[in-house]
């Protein structure tokens, strides 16, 4: 008993019991939105408590502050745009696909896509599943789901944005990446529906702001 303590280093030995990843994978998808939301209510409490300090070396550094929270996707914006719903080919088509089955599913760099070509058309605010995109949001695919600020999210994927719905429709349609997405919209039956909204909401993006980046591994002596 003592030798499989040592030998597992404190990690799990029996690790059938996680065969199932997608639950696994939906139970910390779970956790990590009550700590969002968490994060959320501790950041009202630090702006509550800011607008009672009366400094004007502070307040000078809080109007700073505030002119950058809407660039930075820190303010709500709401406001007329456009929708765009993005979806795997129909199962009977993913099975047929065979060998090209990766053909039928939709990847990060299909959303990735749309949202660039939005922000090309001058859109004021963009969501993908309801969560704001910032300057410092990753798209990541995790098998045929799609890691967003740590939550994962299955298709259909919803991405909105906040703008003049022509020049959006316009910057869409003029997008190469986006055109090869339609051709195989056209040959794998993906799913893609674009339409005008009247009234898109993109909520302010309440979390962490910090850059993660790799670092150069140090070098050690031969």
Not at 86 to 96: F, I, N, S, T, Y
Not at 146 to 153: D, M, W
Not at 174 to 192: I, K, M, N
């Amino acid at each position: 008993m003592v030798t499989s303590a040592v030998s597992s280093g404190g990690t799990d030995l029996r690790a059938g019991r996680y065969s199932d990843l997608s639950d696994l994978a939906h139970d910390e998808s779970t956790r990590l939105q009550d700590l969002h939301a968490e994060v959320a209510a501790l950041n009202a409490d630090i702006t509550r408590l800011s607008d009672q300090v009366h400094n004007p070396a502070y307040t000078r550094l809080e109007r700073q502050v505030r002119a950058l929270q809407d660039p930075a996707g820190l303010d709500p914006v709401s406001g007329p745009g456009v929708e765009v719903t993005l979806q795997d080919a129909p199962a009977e088509v993913r099975q047929q696909a065979g060998n090209q089955v990766a053909n039928a599913i939709v990847h990060q760099q299909d959303i990735q896509a749309v949202v660039n070509a939005l922000w090309a058309g001058d859109a004021k605010a963009v969501t993908l599943q309801g969560q704001r995109v910032v300057s410092t949001t990753g798209i990541k695919c995790v098998g045929n789901t799609v890691l967003l600020h740590g939550v994962t999210y299955s298709p259909p994927y919803v991405i909105s944005a906040v703008g003049n719905p022509t020049h959006l429709r316009n910057s869409l349609m003029g997008s190469a990446y986006v055109q090869a997405y339609l051709q195989a919209v056209g040959q794998y039956q993906l799913g893609w529906d674009l339409r005008n909204k009247p009234k898109v909401e993109a909520p302010a993006y309440d979390g962490s702001l910090d850059m993660r980046y790799a670092r150069p591994a140090s070098q050690t002596a031969n």
